[in-house]
């Protein structure tokens, strides 16, 4: 079929992918080209917009990289990412929420012991003392879990945004394995709100739409066990700003955690501190598969 035109080119490209063996393939694609096909005609996209369109993706693209991934950023900003991550792991409630990936975990971050480790040794910055337990639906603890934890550093960048970064060297991060009670605990620094990079192209669109780059204090947290679903989430710092304008829409109240404030005095692992501290004393609750 030739002499399509804006209004007949999409049922001729639906007709080309009718034979596409993968049914859900041919969902998808036929569903996306249908959507880009109505909102070019919508937004009637001219030449000049679509060559810039794909122009800042190719950037986005470029931008990438083992320790910086702006295609995924670009979904969070735009909330793509935690829609999709809300109606894939819709749970009951009393279960710990899934939120958004994010882009700077690391796979290989260190192992460590399960209790007593500092994963902010070289940083500056107030104490914090975590403690977390893992349970299922019925508060039946979960032994052998395995977590991954990652967070900004006081100005609010993470260990592999330095560009001499090496992962023999990583900090604000490691791999926890839950004990017999299903409890696991270390030693960091308070999280703090920090903006999301506004260097490559998803800044250049933040500005353009006149938003803020802002995300709430934090920590990331991954938890996986056999059996059940894998858990990506955040603790979010009580009262934290921009707890209500996050820009990848991460936030969920369940989600919040209360970071307690400690004067001067015995820390929770037995160290005597003459500064001020906190702790994080948090349960995630799992999924059954």
């Excluded at 009718?18 to 096909?37: G, K, M, Y």
């Excluded at 999280?191 to 920590?219: E, K, L, Q, W």
């Excluded at 936030?251 to 001020?276: K, M, T, Y």
Aim: net charge negative; charged share 20%.
């Amino acid at each position: 079929m030739y002499n399509l035109d804006e209004h007949t080119i999409t049922a001729e490209f639906l007709r080309r992918i009718q034979d596409t063996p993968n049914p859900r393939i041919r969902e998808i694609v036929a569903s996306l080209a249908t959507h880009l096909h109505d909102f070019a005609r919508e937004v009637r996209l001219t030449e000049e917009e679509w060559h810039e369109g794909i122009k800042f993706l190719t950037r986005t693209g470029q931008i990438s990289n083992d320790t910086r991934q702006e295609m995924i950023l670009l979904s969070d900003t735009f909330g793509l990412s935690q829609l999709v991550v809300a109606q894939n792991h819709s749970r009951p409630q009393g279960l710990t929420e899934q939120t958004v990936f994010g882009p700077f975990h690391v796979e290989g971050a260190p192992k460590r012991h399960s209790h007593g480790d500092d994963i902010s040794i070289g940083y500056p910055g107030i104490p914090l003392f975590v403690t977390g337990r893992v349970v299922d639906g019925a508060n039946h603890t979960i032994a052998d879990a395995v977590v991954d934890v990652w967070h900004a550093d006081p100005e609010g960048f993470y260990d592999v945004q330095d560009p001499n970064w090496v992962s023999d060297e990583a900090k604000l991060r490691g791999v926890f394995e839950t004990d017999e009670q299903g409890s696991f605990s270390f030693r960091t620094i308070m999280p703090t709100s920090y903006p999301i990079p506004m260097d490559g192209p998803v800044g250049d669109i933040m500005r353009a739409t006149n938003r803020h780059p802002m995300r709430p204090a934090h920590i990331h947290f991954m938890i996986k066990k056999p059996g059940f679903d894998p858990l990506v989430t955040h603790v979010f710092v009580e009262g934290a700003a921009y707890i209500d304008s996050d820009a990848v829409f991460g936030v969920r109240s369940s989600c919040i955690g209360r970071f307690v404030r400690h004067e001067a005095g015995q820390a929770p692992d037995g160290a005597s501190l003459n500064e001020p501290f906190y702790t994080l004393d948090y349960t995630f609750v799992l999924a059954s598969e």
